[in-house]
Structures are given as C-alpha cells and as structure tokens.
C-alpha cells in the first residue's frame, strides 16, 4: 500500500497495539497514511508505542483493559475528539492465561478469556458504529486464530474463544452491511511475546509442520488487515482469512 490508495488518511482504532501483531498492523497503516487510535494496558508502553509511530499528528493512546466498558467508550471518544472520526476497528486484544486440558479448565479464567477475546470485541465493534461507522461506513477486522478452527491442545479456551470470534464476524457483517464490512484473520503461530510458549526453545520443531518453512510475523498479520482495510477488499466481507504458512496443508498428514 501507498499514501496514494484510496484509504489513506482514514483513522483506525486498534486495541492491544503497544507491541507485537497490534503494533505491526498499527505501523503498516501509519505508513500508508492513515491515523491510528492504539490501545494497551501498559500506560508507558503504550507511550513509546505512540512515539515510534510518529507522535501525536500520527496516533492516539489510549491506556486500559480491554474488557472495561467504560475504557471501551472513552477510547472511541478520544478518538473522535482528536481525529474527528474512526473509520476502521482492529479487534486484536486477546489474552489466554491457561494452558492445559479443557477438561480440567478452571471455569473463572474462561469467562476471562471469553470476556477479554470476545465481549470486549463486540463492545468496541457497538462503540465504533454508533460514534461514526452507522452514517460513515468502514471497516472492521478481527485478529482470531487457527486455535479457532479445529481442535487446540493445551489452549482450548483460547481456541473456543476464537470460533466464537469468527461466528461474531458473521454476525456483525450481516447487521452492519452495506456500509460496514467485517472480517477475521486467524494466523498460525506468530513470532510474538503472547505466543512465545508455542515456540520458544523449540522453533525448529514447531516451524516443522509448516510447507513455506517458518512461523508468522507479525508483519505476516499487518499485511493482510491492511489489505481487509482497503478499498482493493471493497466486495469481501463476513470472511475468515487463514494465515498459516500452509500448515493446514498437512492436516491430513
């Protein structure tokens, strides 16, 4: 993308933005020239985030959980303050605090997940449309996962809270069109801090499975949401668009 397409200058709003897959997408839509609204726990992080961004011509932090309904609704309204609009929604905070069989899930950390991965997606996705998208149009995108599409071992809330995501794509793309579109990508896994677990002292056997020979990054993510946020995706909407570096190539391995 260039400052020339067609959605340049356009804001985007993306939540969990302070490092990994938020800042790379948030990143690759400064580049193109739009203006971001970026979200984070970590108030100091955050701030960094904004500076390598390009300061405040360029983006917008707005420190909270992302499950808080009321950081949810003062996100927005920064948003509007500063920028006068936000065109996109990026729903990519997500946490998963477990790891272990869904059978023996403590009950109280799944409805965290469900909370953080899902509710608060719907939230922003209310908050957006209401502000600006209803009479504005635009565009949104979740970051879900391939957790979400079979089975996921070890990170079953995670993965139930993903297909749950990718249902909410659907929902959200047949009330919100014609003038918003909404779609999901669900990557493999991605390079990143949160997914450090699934790969970390053991890259060479996790990135076996894998046909183009290596895990995501997160610029793998930044591209395709940009591509989602364009006008050049115009007729895509309610779609989940896998990332996997051809691993589902060998499901039936």
Do not use: C
């Amino acid at each position: 993308m260039t400052t020339s397409d067609t959605a340049a200058g356009k804001v985007t709003l993306v939540t969990g933005a302070s490092r990994g897959i938020g800042y790379a997408i948030a990143e690759a839509l400064v580049a193109r020239g739009d203006r971001v609204v970026v979200t984070g726990r970590d108030a100091t992080a955050l701030a960094e985030a904004v500076e390598r961004l390009g300061g405040a011509d360029r983006a917008l932090g707005v420190p909270g959980k992302a499950h808080d309904e009321a950081h949810q609704a003062t996100a927005v309204e920064r948003a509007m303050e500063t920028f006068g609009r936000v065109d996109h929604l990026v729903n990519n905070a997500g946490t998963n605090p477990v790891f272990g069989p869904i059978t023996e899930t403590d009950l109280g950390v799944a409805r965290k997940v469900f909370e953080t991965n899902v509710v608060s997606a719907l939230g922003f996705a209310q908050q957006t449309w209401r502000a600006w998208q209803k009479e504005n149009g635009g565009a949104i995108v979740n970051i879900g996962s391939i957790a979400g599409l079979s089975a996921s071992p070890f990170v079953g809330a995670y993965g139930i809270s993903k297909a749950a995501m990718a249902n909410l794509t659907l929902q959200l793309a047949h009330e919100m069109a014609p003038g918003v579109r909404v779609n999901t990508v669900a990557p493999a896994v991605v390079k990143t801090k949160f997914a450090a677990a699934l790969y970390e002292g053991r890259e060479e056997e996790a990135t076996a499975g894998y046909p183009l020979g290596r895990l995501g990054a997160p610029e793998d993510v930044a591209g395709a949401v940009a591509f989602l946020l364009s006008d050049a995706a115009a007729w895509i909407t309610g779609q989940t668009l896998v990332l996997d570096g051809g691993r589902f190539l060998n499901a039936a391995v």
